[in-house]
């Protein structure tokens, strides 16, 4: 054997491979494709078959004859190239269904146990015999499934570094939660420049083995970056939360990135900001509140008191059959608790005087009381719309603040209607002006929606400066040349005379628009890029942390996610044809 493989060596140098069958040696030339007998194996008569046959390629290099040698193996000697063409598609199928597990954020498992037996039957059902056992060569196990999944990956991964790597400029947000096996999971996003137009994509999943303090953060991205060769002096924002490990004046994560590349512009998430104003509640309606969760926490309790619950609302043909807990840490959970407590109140009430609980019954005697639930409904609700439209990708800084100020007005503007007695934007509440609102109530409101418009001044200490204008419109009148800085005036000006760009202006998005300015006024474009580009909420982060519980659940708690997450949630597709030709089928047993 040590003979035959030395000749194998030489049969590759000289532009021939050896064919397997059934454990016989059968050399076949890769150029003709000729099989030649045994003798034929010596060096000296395949030199001469190549000096005489193929005169030609006797000068070709070692890559030459390797290109033809996986040519002739994708043929399996078939000369009509069915059999290939076959492969090729199982193969491909294989990879298509690895990309739809991975997105559906399912098992690997479900590809052989469910998705192979179903997709044979229904095929040999419509189509017969012949086309199902097509449908049986089709790999779907779960370690293919597994490294289909990871080789897709690695192909997302690479594409979006090198989108990444050619952007000028890029900005990340990141957060860290601990999974379903209390491992600390770290997400990346990024934000950069690419085809005309800002682009975001999911970037990393790392798991941090000991603590989750800044310097472990800033090891897990520094070494992310230096492996892929990312340049911290393109990165111009960093969004996180409000937790002292990312924001901490001395030693926080923003901090030590600030060390690396001064310009970046740190940001701590504008929702999580948003929630802690609004957590402020005046003390009558702390207790309204209260209460409210007692009651709901005494009807969920047990399961017993949950079921006759359902069923008196069933039988009273409600809305709603079952109240919601109430989780403090959820962003719409204190206005969703009571919204269906109020929708529920003439059913809650009905059944706490059939269980004799009297100490909760009193409430909805008390007039006080149901007006401050009304008003904690109605203001819970417009809490709640401004809050969902924060969220969402492709938000910036500009866009919060509009929507910001414009909230913080409607405030004003509620507080001087109630000074007045005028309850008509609060629907639930207004209900009450029949029998009369208690002045206690008036107060109340009034007190916290001070108290709302001062927290708001509190968390967001930017909002009364000025927004830089030429971002958001470089041809508005309302810019003053003589407030832009000097290296960027007269660019500016030859922009805001340029009518061909003025109309470009009106018709693409903001982003796309100073992407595509990039080429002709890269400093002015650059200067409003550095506005646009740096995120403004971790949003991705707790998007990309809902999918992590999908992934990693109990039962696959030993899951390395990263490669399921970011098939899961990436923007960008595998490129499956340029993988698959890099491949060679293999059959399912």
């Given at each position: 054997m040590a003979?035959?493989?030395?000749?194998?060596?030489?049969?590759?140098?000289?532009?021939?491979?050896?064919?397997?069958?059934?454990?016989?040696?059968?050399?076949?030339?890769?150029?003709?494709?000729?099989?030649?007998?045994?003798?034929?194996?010596?060096?000296?008569?395949?030199?001469?078959?190549?000096?005489?046959?193929?005169?030609?390629?006797?000068?070709?290099?070692?890559?030459?004859?390797?290109?033809?040698?996986?040519?002739?193996?994708?043929?399996?000697?078939?000369?009509?190239?069915?059999?290939?063409?076959?492969?090729?598609?199982?193969?491909?199928?294989?990879?298509?269904?690895?990309?739809?597990?991975?997105?559906?954020?399912?098992?690997?498992?479900?590809?052989?146990?469910?998705?192979?037996?179903?997709?044979?039957?229904?095929?040999?059902?419509?189509?017969?015999?012949?086309?199902?056992?097509?449908?049986?060569?089709?790999?779907?196990?779960?370690?293919?499934?597994?490294?289909?999944?990871?080789?897709?990956?690695?192909?997302?991964?690479?594409?979006?570094?090198?989108?990444?790597?050619?952007?000028?400029?890029?900005?990340?947000?990141?957060?860290?939660?601990?999974?379903?096996?209390?491992?600390?999971?770290?997400?990346?996003?990024?934000?950069?420049?690419?085809?005309?137009?800002?682009?975001?994509?999911?970037?990393?999943?790392?798991?941090?083995?000991?603590?989750?303090?800044?310097?472990?953060?800033?090891?897990?991205?520094?070494?992310?970056?230096?492996?892929?060769?990312?340049?911290?002096?393109?990165?111009c924002g960093v969004c996180t939360d409000g937790a002292p490990a990312m924001l901490g004046s001395k030693s926080g994560f923003q901090m030590k990135v600030k060390e690396k590349s001064p310009q970046v512009k740190g940001v701590h998430c504008m929702i999580h900001r948003y929630a802690l104003a609004c957590k402020t509640l005046p003390s009558y309606l702390k207790n309204v509140l209260d209460s409210v969760v007692k009651m709901v926490n005494f009807i969920k309790k047990s399961p017993t008191t949950s079921r006759l619950f359902k069923q008196l609302c069933k039988e009273m043909n409600s809305d709603h059959e079952t109240l919601l807990f109430y989780t403090a840490v959820r962003w719409l959970s204190k206005g969703n608790v009571v919204s269906r407590f109020y929708e529920l109140s003439t059913e809650i009430k009905l059944f706490l005087e059939m269980v004799k609980k009297d100490n909760f019954n009193n409430f909805f005697s008390d007039e006080t009381w149901l007006q401050g639930l009304a008003y904690l409904a109605d203001i819970t609700e417009q809490l709640n719309k401004f809050n969902l439209r924060l969220q969402g990708p492709d938000t910036n800084i500009l866009q919060f603040k509009d929507v910001l100020f414009g909230f913080v007005e409607k405030v004003q503007n509620w507080d001087r209607k109630i000074n007045q007695g005028n309850f008509a934007m609060f629907e639930k509440l207004s209900a009450f002006e029949a029998t009369g609102l208690r002045p206690q109530i008036k107060q109340e409101i009034s007190e916290h929606l001070q108290s709302l418009e001062k927290e708001f001044q509190n968390y967001f200490p930017d909002l009364t400066k000025e927004v830089e204008v030429f971002p958001r419109n470089p041809f508005s009148p309302m810019i003053d040349i003589a407030t832009v800085s000097e290296e960027l005036q007269d660019e500016l000006l030859d922009l805001r005379n340029d009518s061909a760009s003025r109309e470009m202006f009106l018709e693409k998005s903001l982003t796309q628009f100073w992407c595509i300015m990039l080429r002709s006024y890269p400093k002015v474009s650059k200067e409003a890029l550095r506005v646009i580009v740096p995120f403004a909420l971790t949003y991705l982060c707790e998007s990309g942390f809902s999918a992590l519980v999908h992934i990693k659940s109990k039962a696959r708690n030993q899951l390395n996610v990263e490669d399921d997450m970011r098939l899961s949630i990436s923007k960008t597709k595998p490129r499956i044809s340029r993988l698959v030709s890099n491949m060679q089928q293999q059959n399912s047993h």
């Open positions: 003979k035959s493989r030395k000749y194998l060596e030489s049969y590759l140098k000289l532009g021939f491979t050896s064919m397997l069958d059934h454990g016989n040696e059968k050399p076949q030339c890769v150029l003709c494709h000729v099989v030649l007998s045994n003798d034929a194996m010596k060096p000296s008569k395949l030199k001469r078959h190549l000096q005489q046959k193929h005169p030609e390629h006797e000068g070709k290099d070692l890559s030459f004859y390797q290109r033809q040698k996986m040519s002739l193996k994708r043929q399996k000697l078939d000369a009509s190239g069915y059999f290939q063409q076959q492969s090729t598609a199982s193969l491909e199928a294989s990879f298509e269904v690895a990309l739809q597990i991975a997105k559906q954020k399912k098992p690997h498992t479900i590809a052989e146990t469910i998705v192979k037996p179903c997709a044979v039957k229904m095929v040999k059902l419509i189509l017969g015999e012949k086309s199902s056992k097509k449908i049986e060569q089709v790999c779907l196990s779960n370690d293919t499934i597994k490294r289909r999944i990871s080789v897709m990956s690695t192909d997302v991964k690479q594409q979006v570094i090198d989108e990444l790597k050619a952007s000028p400029m890029f900005s990340i947000q990141l957060d860290e939660s601990t999974d379903v096996a209390s491992c600390s999971q770290l997400l990346v996003f990024v934000r950069y420049i690419h085809m005309e137009d800002v682009k975001e994509e999911f970037l990393l999943c790392n798991a941090l083995e000991t603590t989750a303090k800044a310097q472990d953060v800033m090891d897990t991205i520094s070494k992310f970056f230096e492996t892929e060769g990312i340049q911290w002096e393109k990165l």
